[in-house]
């Protein structure tokens, strides 16, 4: 039996994962625990659930291995801070302290941590060190369902890496080329997501919501001045137009006079030009992605593809990749940002540090549906929610599955949490906020009565795996929400003239579909195809709603408010139900219906987390 335990921390989105000889056991966000969104801190609470799940303590862990090489990361800011000197001076000052009080020396930072909270374990020699990049290629390759691959990670930068090809074969993975630092597609889009006035390294998602909106009228300026890219993919940006390098802001001046306009501030209205400037970057993105692609395929002839990183998360690329149909198959890792780091440090541990052969394949990922957190038994809930107060009614499975499909048929909100707790930023139908796709209001309401959320972000469909290709353009499994696809002609509604002629934000509120809620304004979705085999609680509830409408659809949002944490624990799910708009809250086989709680329990949940 080999245990090994990957972490991922210090930077943002700090996690843990467990693998026992080759099975991924256990994985799961610091943030959850903590309640801090994208937490970077060390992840003491999320390595102590992964070695509950395991049964183990942390002398029986055999490896510990770090997600990427801090001095290779020192090095990178000092000769970048050097190649810029004078300028970046304020930027240095405020990072070497911190980099030479704890970061450079994490060796030791990561022993005390690991010692202070699991007793004297002697963990020093077991400690390892992953790169970056190696990390994310391993928590693309060694989970899917291929024994060859080519293995693309993209985001905005490891400890030189922003974008990275990988080959994997069997249990073997090796980098073949690399684009460094401060060249990286996933800094082009957050300088983007700096201008239109989200913040970086969270509100990209956004920037690609709100894309649907606007026109890339800005394509052709963004490829003759800010980033020239090759045939085969390769790119290089023009670093006069950006501030990451030493400054305190992605862009600068120059950018800003290049699109006649200053960064928007987080309380200013989104105007068309931000939304045009959202087209822009997504649309130079996609065809960065395309070529890269392509380029690969030509290469290597490997006809299968792995994604990862941050940039992996972006699914509108990754529908155009997929339809482009130069590989034949995509797997994308479902946590593919940072918090997947850890579990691919981890396999890096397993399968390269030891060597070992990988399970067998059955055609299927490893990922069990991503599901790996922290899971509560029907008794635990109901010891949980009698201590906060909440008055509920325990059924039998059905009772709780018609009731709920009931529900939702009569257009409530319901708080879905059900089993173990997702790994990454998506909720899959383990901790979700449900409603019926049918309902024109039913985005309206989810985003600014429940979610509190910005009025224009889209919601996704998550749909029966046998029942997609009738709903959408769409016929391959998707599981973890990472591909947009464009609903049915069938059941798309022809716009009028008048609505044609709407701008921006004025478009939202046209009905596009048979299942408006979750049809974005350029009839695209974010679907999630739900299993019998990975989630037969949520495929159940489907289907007894399919039973009811004929519709094999459910709007599918995470159970959180804007600026929190997906929930982790009963009480959380129950204090979002109290502090939002949501109507019920099935938690195991128990309902807790909102009208029949005490209203002292309510709570301001509005201004409750900092928005992200």
Known sequence: MVNVLGISALYHDSAAALIMDGRIIAAAQEERFTRKKHDPSFPEHAIAYCLDAGGLTLDEIDHIVFYDKPFLK????????????????????KSMPVWLREKLFQKDL?????????????VFDKLLFSEHHLSHAASAFFPSPFQEAVVLSLDGVGEWATTSMAIGKGHELNIHREIHFPHSIGLLYSAFTYHTGFRVNSGEYKVMGLAPYGEPVYEKKVLDHLIDVKDDGSFRLDLSYFDYCTGLTMTNAKFDALFGSPARQADEPLTQHHMDMAASVQAVTEEVMLRLTRSLVQETGIKNLCLAGGVALNCVANGKVLRDGAFDNVWIQPA????????????VGYHIFRDQTRLHNSGRDHMHGSYLGPEYSQEDIETRLKRVGAKFDSLSYDGMIDQTAEALASENAVGWFQGRMEFGPRALGGRSILGDPRSPTMQKTLNLKVKFRESFRPFAPSVLREDVSDWFEHDVDSPYMLIVSEIKDSLRREMTDDEKELFGIAKLNVVRSDIPAVTHVDYSARIQTVNADTNPKFHDLISAFKARTGCPVLVNTSFNVRGEPIVLSPEDAFNCLMGTDLDLLAIGNTLVWKKDQDVDLMRDYKGAFELD
């Open 74 to 93: 020192f090095e990178r800011l000092l000769e970048t801070y050097m190649a810029f000197a004078p300028r970046g001076y304020t930027s240095f000052s």
């Open 110 to 122: 990561i022993n005390k941590k690991l010692q202070a909270g699991f007793g004297d374990a002697q």
């Open 336 to 347: 593919s940002g940072d918090a997947g780091g850890a579990l691919g440090a981890a396999l």
